[in-house]
């Protein structure tokens, strides 16, 4: 076990050395491959000469802000895969991975001759992770799947709402992001088992699986209610045995208010002025107040909103009763702790301007954090990465480009 006083020396980052290449498109992928990036992998994002989808999905030309967010500190290499000497490219830069990553559709990269089994038969150290939909097998394999359509699959939908409304997908992208932090983690577990054994494995993530633990709450709600599926509740506990929670109108906002134990309940019924509510019966505990929490609601909400969402935060912060003001997307991009913890960055974009861009979540206590680095050119990195990887000369590269093979887009030093 390592001595804390010694954390002080470990300044280098987690995985630093480790050799990746990022083939992912949109959010999943990518998002696993910038938390590789920033544990301190060599990421090689690789692009089609086109460039990936979410690149340009802007709508005003120019890179996208969700690109520019998830690919920082990548290098990129433009390659068209569809040609022969692209596919040998792509199997010549696998041998020299740790990790090969990917978010198509089942079968993609086996149709074009540059599979699983391909490379890791030219390298079987490697590590090659799959997120999809639904999996690599089973009778839904080739459904196509994106976020929306993973939260209609997986149940997500049909829990969210309001209960006389229709069902609601949730406003984040949450099954692709919970698919990319699986592959992260299963990329890792895969990483540490080579060590081991000295082989690469499979990794494989579906996101309709990855999304199906987090529905643990409803379905609760649907087992107590004998397997019959829990009615939409809205901002309301979705089991029903909790009372105070939920979202309360403010006299300029909204906040959150939550109440998991008897002496949270105590303290907002003093500062409510309401102690008078402490030998009703209709609340004498969780349970019966979940049993009223229509009742309760409308009893802290009389209180919410008179006062300001700034205010009420702050009393009930001090009187440790838990709750947040529910704050809009600037208020949240200034969050002054966040900026502080180092999680939130300013940073100078090149194509996108003056920007806040985020770190990695997870820190490593003792590292040296990794400078954030803004997402590159599409192309950018093609003679670099093939200098670096393979140290292939001028004239090597010149020719790849001349066939096409290869892109290359140079457009800041």
């Known amino acids: 076990m390592t001595d804390m006083t010694d954390l002080a020396d470990l300044t280098g980052h987690p995985l630093e050395g480790v050799k990746v290449l990022d083939l992912g498109q949109i959010y999943n992928g990518p998002y696993a491959g910038f938390l590789l990036a920033m544990a301190g992998a060599d990421v090689i994002k690789v692009e089609p000469i086109d460039g990936e989808t979410i690149r340009h999905r802007s709508g005003e030309g120019g890179i996208s802000f969700a690109f520019g967010m998830l690919n920082a500190n990548k290098r990129d290499i433009a390659i068209d895969l569809k040609t022969a000497p692209g596919r040998t490219l792509l199997i010549e830069l696998a041998k020299r991975a740790d990790i090969l990553l990917e978010n198509f559709a089942p079968g993609a990269l086996d149709r074009l001759g540059v599979g699983a089994e391909v490379l890791q038969a030219a390298n079987p150290r490697l590590i090659y992770a799959s997120s999809t939909g639904y999996g690599l097998t089973g009778p839904a ?42 592959l992260y983690c299963g990329i890792l577990t895969a990483l540490y088992e080579r060590a081991q054994t000295g082989l690469g494995r499979i990794v494989e993530i579906a996101m309709l699986e990855a999304v199906y633990p987090a529905l643990a709450t409803n379905l609760t709600a649907m087992h107590q209610a004998g397997g019959v599926q829990p009615p939409r509740r809205g901002n309301q506990h979705p089991v029903g045995t909790s009372a105070p929670y939920g979202v309360y109108e403010t006299n300029d906002g909204y906040v959150a208010i939550i109440c998991v134990r008897e002496v949270h309940w105590e303290n ?41 969402k700034g205010e009420i935060t702050e009393t009930l912060r001090a009187h440790q009763v838990p ?29 996108l301007g003056s920007v806040v861009m985020p770190h990695s979540p997870l820190r490593f206590h003792g590292e040296a954090r990794v400078e954030l680095v803004p997402s590159p050119e599409l192309g950018q990195h093609s003679r670099e990465v093939l200098t670096d990887w393979l140290d292939y ?21």
Do not use: Y
């Not at 359509?149 to 997500?156: D, L, P, R």
């Not at 009703?280 to 909103?305: E, H, Y």
């Open 141 to 182: 394999r080739d459904n196509l799947a994106m976020d929306l359509t993973i939260q209609a699959n997986s149940g997500v939908m049909s829990v969210n709402g309001p209960s006389d409304g229709p069902p609601m997908k949730a406003g984040v992208a949450l099954c692709d992001f919970f698919g990319g932090v699986h």
């Open 268 to 308: 907002l019924i003093k500062l409510m002025g309401r102690t008078d509510l402490r030998d009703d019966p209709r609340f004498m505990d969780q349970t019966t107040r979940g049993k009223n929490s229509l009742l309760v609601d409308s009893i802290v909400r009389a209180w919410t909103c008179t006062l300001g």
């Open 323 to 351: 709750s947040a003001a529910v704050r809009e997307l600037p208020e949240v991009v200034e969050d002054v702790h966040m900026h502080e913890r180092g999680m939130l960055h300013r940073l100078e974009h090149p194509e």
């Open 393 to 413: 000369d001028a004239s090597q590269v010149d020719e790849l480009i001349g066939s096409g093979a290869i892109g290359e887009r140079v457009i800041r030093d």
